[in-house]
T-cell receptor, first 112, second 112 residues
C-alpha cells in the first residue's frame, strides 16, 4: 500500500543550523501533512500542503511538494534544542477515504 | 476549543486479559475518529476509524475491536491480549477527511 517514507531516519545537528527532512510516497495524493512527536507524546500537526501547492511556510518551517517526483521536504531553519523530536509525513490515499498513512519518521536531535 | 482525552496513560496487563482504552473529544461534533498503534521506533499503524456513531472500519485484522457508542467517544477493546499487542496507542480526530488530525496524549500498553 502507499506509504510516506522519511529520509534520513535520524539527523543530528547543532543549534542554529538548518534541518532538512525528506518524504517520498508512491501514488497520487490530495494532500501531504507533516507532524511532530516529542518522545512518549501524541503527534502534533505542523503543516498541510495540498497537491496543487508547491511550497508553504509556517514560522521557521518551510515545506515543499514535488508531485512529479512524489516527494516533499520539511526545512526547519535556525533550529533550537526544543525542536528535538521525531517528524512524520502523512499522505492520504488519493481517493475518497482520506485516511492518512504515516511514514516511520525522522528522529531529529538538536544539540545546544 | 477542542480537546481530546485518552486514558489510562499507561497500562500493564497480563497475556490473555481483556483491554479497554477510552478516547473522548470535547468541543466539536460529529468528528472522524481514529485509533493508531505505534510500535517502538516505528511509524503509526491505523487500526480503526469511524465517521459516525456505530460506524467502525477496520484497517488491520487482529484481536482488537473498536466501538463508538456516542458521537465523541471511541473505545478500543480486546477480549484476550497478546504479547504483540504491546505498544503506544493513539487516538485522533479530524473534522473532515483530508484535514489535519489532532492526537490525544496516548496510552502506553505493556503486555507481559
Amino acid at each position: 500500500s502507499q506509504q510516506g517514507e522519511e529520509d534520513p531516519q535520524a539527523l543530528s545537528i547543532q543549534e542554529g543550523e538548518n534541518a532538512t527532512m525528506n518524504c517520498s510516497y508512491k501514488t497520487s495524493i490530495n494532500n501531504l501533512q507533516w507532524y511532530r512527536q516529542n518522545s512518549g507524546r501524541g503527534l502534533v500537526h505542523l503543516i498541510l500542503i495540498r497537491s496543487n501547492e508547491r511550497e508553504k511556510h509556517s514560522g521557521r518551517l518551510r515545506v515543499t511538494l514535488d508531485t512529479s517526483k512524489k516527494s516533499s521536504s520539511l526545512l526547519i531553519t535556525a533550529s533550537r534544542a526544543a525542536d528535538t523530536a521525531s517528524y512524520f509525513c502523512a499522505t492520504d490515499h488519493g481517493g475518497s477515504q482520506g485516511n492518512l498513512i504515516f511514514g516511520k519518521g525522522t528522529k531529529l536531535s538538536v544539540k545546544p | 476549543s477542542q480537546t481530546i482525552h485518552q486514558w489510562p496513560a499507561t497500562l500493564v496487563q497480563p497475556v490473555g486479559s481483556p483491554l479497554s482504552l477510552e478516547c473522548t473529544v470535547e468541543g466539536t461534533s460529529n468528528p472522524n475518529l481514529y485509533w493508531y498503534r505505534q510500535a517502538a521506533g516505528r511509524g503509526l499503524q491505523l487500526l480503526f476509524y469511524s465517521v459516525g456513531i456505530g460506524q467502525i472500519s477496520s484497517e488491520v485484522p487482529q484481536n482488537l475491536s473498536a466501538s463508538r457508542p456516542q458521537d465523541r467517544q471511541f473505545i478500543l477493546s480486546s477480549k484476550k491480549l497478546l504479547l504483540s499487542d504491546s505498544g503506544f496507542y493513539l487516538c485522533a480526530w479530524s473534522k473532515q477527511i483530508y484535514n489535519e488530525q489532532f492526537f490525544g496524549p496516548g496510552t502506553r500498553l505493556t503486555v507481559l
